[in-house]
């Protein structure tokens, strides 16, 4: 049995987004009443995706699960990407689930894998396959305002392997993209444990380049000022880790110095993925993120995709080049000027094998009047007598020395 199982054609792409094609109906044409998906120009807007990353058990598939039950509520359904290949069950409706594609346990035993490692080989072999993952949301990219993309319950599996990089910059050099930090408020009380994440935030951010957002989920347990106070007041923050004695206590001190300015352009909200509060802040700083990455990220991206083109068109300019000295001097024309005449160079007598054209070959004879053709023919009856007679020498010598 094959570890990744259905091939993405025509029919299979069917069977992975059945039942889109009414409801996206009904939605386009509230779209075109409400205007919301078309621009001043009157071009259809692409839709905004949303990555959606966090620690194991900060409540990522959960706060999901409610964007979009709270998109469907408005009328306004996301699509939904599950990139999960170890979960055993989705609690939402996903357009595109890895599980289809990849058997997770099978990978695990075909390649003697631990539950790491069959995640990570699975996102690889799903990687490989992206591109028509971009295909289909942009066949239904006018139907849909948000893509959501669930990751992986272990964050580092998608963050720090090359699967993650490649399937964030393919959605993010095809359509506006932010990062959503999901983040268990419950268990950040604690001074250092905040640090931790907020350490991991801004690793993730500078990695990423990505507008950012940061989801201080379970605020239905704790309420989230405390967090936001410590990062706005460094003096409540020092005052919380006085009370720490330990080493990292005095690590966290120097660090929360370092993350002043990553504080100062953060973007934070408070939201319960269980109550599902907090959720309209949350769509109003994603509206101010897809706002910066047309005016900041975008660009970027564009100017280093042209950066990368004209190193491509270098290269092979040098390559040419390295050709052209090597073989001589090739006319590129297909024609050559009348008035131009040329001298054949190393590259004109490679290609003629030695011969040069008929018309420009001068036979330098002193008899001029004897017929060279018939002169050849009258030598090639001898000389291929000889030849046969040496082939019958050889012949004899072989049998004699075989006997």
């Given amino acids: 049995m094959a570890a990744a199982t259905g091939d993405w054609e025509a029919d ?3 069977g992975l987004l059945t039942g889109e094609d009414d409801r996206g109906t009904d939605h386009r044409k509230e779209c075109e009443a409400q205007g919301s998906q078309c621009d001043e120009g009157g071009q259809e807007e692409k839709p905004v995706c949303l990555i959606v990353l966090g620690m194991a058990g900060s409540g990522k598939t959960t706060f999901v699960q409610r964007l979009t039950a709270h998109l469907h509520y408005k009328k306004s359904p996301p699509y939904v990407i599950n990139l999960d290949p170890a979960v055993h069950e989705v609690p939402f409706p996903a357009n595109i689930d890895i599980r289809d594609t990849v058997n997770y346990k099978e990978v695990m035993k075909q390649y003697g894998l631990g539950p790491n490692g069959g995640i990570v080989t699975s996102l690889n072999l799903f990687a490989t396959r992206f591109d028509q993952v971009i295909k289909f949301i942009e066949k ?7 893509v959501l993309i ?4 272990q964050i580092e599996v998608f963050t720090w392997s090359a699967s993650g990089t490649i399937i964030t910059e ?5 359509f506006p993209c932010v990062v959503v930090y999901v983040m268990d408020t419950s268990r950040s009380t604690n001074p250092v444990t905040f640090m931790s994440n907020m350490l991991y935030a801004c690793s993730i951010l500078y990695k990423t380049k990505l507008p950012f957002i940061v989801v201080m989920n379970k605020t239905d347990i704790i309420d989230h000022s405390f967090a ?3 990062m706005q007041d460094f003096e409540v923050f020092q005052d919380a880790l006085n009370q720490e004695t330990s080493y990292v206590s005095n690590l966290t001190r120097s660090m929360s110095l370092v993350l002043d300015e990553f504080y100062s352009s953060l973007r934070v909200v408070g939201v319960s993925a269980v109550t599902g509060s907090g959720l309209d802040e949350f769509f109003q700083k994603v509206a101010e993120a897809a706002k910066e990455y047309e005016k900041e990220y975008m660009p970027e991206y564009e100017r280093l995709r042209k950066k990368l ?5 270098k290269k092979q300019e040098e390559q040419l080049e390295r050709l052209r000295n090597d073989m001589g001097a090739v006319a590129m024309e297909t024609t050559a000027p009348p008035d131009c005449t040329e001298t054949e160079g190393p590259s004109d007598f490679i290609l003629t094998r030695g011969n040069l054209d008929e018309e420009d070959e001068e036979i330098d004879s002193d008899t001029d009047d004897i017929d060279h053709n018939i002169t050849e023919e009258s030598k090639e009856a001898p000389a291929f007598q000889i030849f046969l007679k040496e082939r019958k020498q050889v012949v004899k010598v072989r049998n004699k020395k075989q006997h």
Avoid: F, H, R
């Fill in 140 to 146: 239904k990219q006018q139907d849909y305002k948000y």
């Fill in 170 to 174: 393919a959605l993010a050099s095809s």
């Fill in 150 to 153: 669930d990751t992986p319950g």
């Fill in 12 to 14: 299979g792409a069917t």
């Fill in 228 to 230: 936001v106070e410590w």
């Fill in 309 to 313: 083109a004209e190193a491509q068109s």
